[in-house]
């Protein structure tokens, strides 16, 4: 989720039209975000061929983080989750959050 939302963010920095700052700290969430979480067991992330279609609105993206940061934060509630694991969910949760928040206002320049 992070990868696929971070690199949409990448893809818009430079577009004519584009926030280029909120694209940027989007990308640097996203980022941050994925640094928390363990790797897949394959030690690798989901191979990422094609890039993202950012041609459209970002709102897929947007929503995917704002999915991502739900899903961590239920995470962090559950009883399975020690003190330290429960942090770095809540961090990653955070980086989500201002993910979205940021990517969502790439286009909406006056």
């Given at each position: 989720?992070?990868?696929?939302?971070?690199?949409?963010?990448?893809?818009?920095?430079?577009?004519?039209?584009?926030?280029?700052?909120?694209?940027l700290?989007?990308?640097?969430?996203?980022f941050?975000g994925?640094?928390?979480?363990?790797?897949?067991?394959?030690?690798?992330?989901?191979?990422?061929q094609?890039?993202?279609d950012?041609?459209?609105?970002?709102?897929?993206?947007?929503?995917l983080?704002?999915?991502t940061?739900?899903?961590?934060?239920?995470?962090?509630?559950?009883?399975?989750a020690g003190?330290?694991?429960?942090?770095?969910?809540?961090?990653a949760a955070a980086?989500?959050?201002?993910g979205?928040v940021?990517?969502a206002g790439?286009?909406?320049?006056?």
């Amino acid at each position: 989720m992070f990868d696929v939302a971070g690199r949409a963010a990448d893809a818009v920095t430079w577009e004519p039209g584009s926030d280029e700052l909120r694209a940027l700290l989007a990308s640097r969430a996203c980022f941050a975000g994925r640094r928390l979480l363990p790797l897949p067991e394959t030690l690798r992330s989901a191979d990422l061929q094609a890039p993202p279609d950012t041609q459209g609105p970002l709102t897929p993206y947007v929503e995917l983080l704002e999915r991502t940061r739900d899903t961590l934060s239920g995470l962090a509630e559950g009883d399975g989750a020690g003190n330290e694991a429960r942090s770095a969910l809540l961090e990653a949760a955070a980086h989500a959050r201002t993910g979205a928040v940021c990517l969502a206002g790439v286009r909406e320049m006056p």
